[in-house]
């Protein structure tokens, strides 16, 4: 049944090659650049960034507890572990496996009625990458992931990560009906982190199925964003996770493909801190840093704009809202993790989850 169900979908979607790269294709040339002013940053720190960052890093450790019980905070945490080595961070990193399934919230299982996310598995990934090159995956640990990976390719429901309730609707790995190339991420690197763990040629040759796919709609256009007139089709965290894929499957494989899609990625969002110091430029991550430490609500001089979003046009709900029509300063921005977040609207809320991407940046430079 496994390999009638991966066939029927791997039919369906060279069927529907025709309407996902024209959609796509259209996409691509529907933008028009970000406006950053380095202007609106603080020039100069207000606080040693190496103090800053010892205070942030004692803090998470502090609250390591707490850091678990939101809702998406895999994708954060693996990204803390790809960037140091803490002990604390690597054993929360690992409790997100357990039974054969990627938990959602571990130790919480009356809170994992949702199941691991595409978005998830890509900071996730990022830190089993990490962890491979240090060679800190230990056999216990190893044979949990492999087992939960199994689950989560070759049992029913097929291709999609599951949870112990059985209720998950998320965590498509393989669907007839993905539309665009960061759709097919997800299942490239578990097939190839799991090929390199254990050299079991399954996994490899359910890579190389769906890699020419993959290809070429990578090649057309390697994330969805679509920035035009008044017009958006915004999905920062997809971006985000979309260049988190490409970069370590790069490291992974070192096929181009792969660098061609997070170079692609950051040419349109330059001013990410995180792109930037992946990718060499540290100006951009100091700036972000340095302005980082001044965290504070104050009013930033930029206009708004009223903008149209088209996935909210589509699915007949209110589609209009207000952003700001230059990049926004990191101090009057705090969330879960703000390089994953839009850079032109202000969300600022406490979280256990904040600091880590100030950690990510600052381990970088």
């Not at 079991?200 to 920035?227: E, G, M, Q, S």
Request: overall charge positive; hydrophobic content about 40%.
């Amino acid at each position: 049944m496994y390999y009638l169900y991966f066939l029927s979908q791997m039919l369906f979607l060279i069927i529907l090659f025709p309407v996902r790269w024209t959609i796509n294709l259209i996409a691509r040339f529907l933008w028009e650049p970000f406006d950053f002013d380095e202007k609106l940053f603080k020039q100069k720190e207000k606080e040693d960034l190496k103090e800053h960052y010892q205070k942030i890093r004692d803090r998470l450790i502090k609250n390591i507890e707490t850091i678990k019980t939101k809702g998406d905070s895999a994708k954060f945490v693996g990204l803390w572990v790809a960037s140091e080595n803490t002990k604390e961070a690597e054993k929360l990193f690992k409790s997100y496996v357990k039974d054969g399934y990627f938990l959602r919230k571990p130790g919480y299982p009356e809170e994992n009625s949702k199941s691991f996310s595409g978005d998830m598995w890509a900071g996730y990934f990022a830190g089993l990458v990490s962890l491979y090159y240090r060679r800190a995956i230990d056999n216990k640990y190893k044979q949990e992931l492999i087992k939960a990976v199994d689950n989560a390719l070759f049992n029913s429901p097929y291709l999609q990560f599951k949870t112990p309730n059985g209720k998950g609707k998320r965590g498509y790995l393989l669907r007839w009906f993905f539309m665009n190339a960061g759709h097919f991420l997800p299942l490239l690197s578990i097939c190839e982190i799991a090929y390199k763990l254990t050299r079991n040629k399954k996994y490899k040759l359910l890579y190389l199925a769906v890699l020419p796919v993959a290809f070429i709609d990578i090649l057309i256009y390697p994330t969805f964003f679509i920035r035009f007139k008044k017009l958006r089709y915004s999905q920062w965290y997809y971006v985000h996770s979309n260049f988190t894929y490409y970069y370590y499957l790069y490291k992974l494989t070192g096929n181009p493909i792969y660098r061609y899609g997070y170079e692609f990625i950051y040419k349109r969002f330059y001013f990410n801190p995180e792109f930037a110091a992946l990718t060499g430029n540290k100006e951009i991550a100091v700036l972000f840093l340095k302005d980082y430490t001044h965290k504070n609500k104050e009013p930033v001089p930029v206009e708004q704009i009223r903008v149209k979003n088209l996935k909210d046009l589509i699915r007949g709900k209110k589609a209009d809202y207000l952003e700001f029509k230059k990049i926004l300063p990191s101090r009057v921005i705090q969330n879960d993790y703000l390089w994953e977040k839009p850079f032109n609207e202000i969300q600022y809320y406490e979280t256990p989850l904040a600091g880590i991407d100030f950690i990510r940046v600052y381990n970088l430079l």
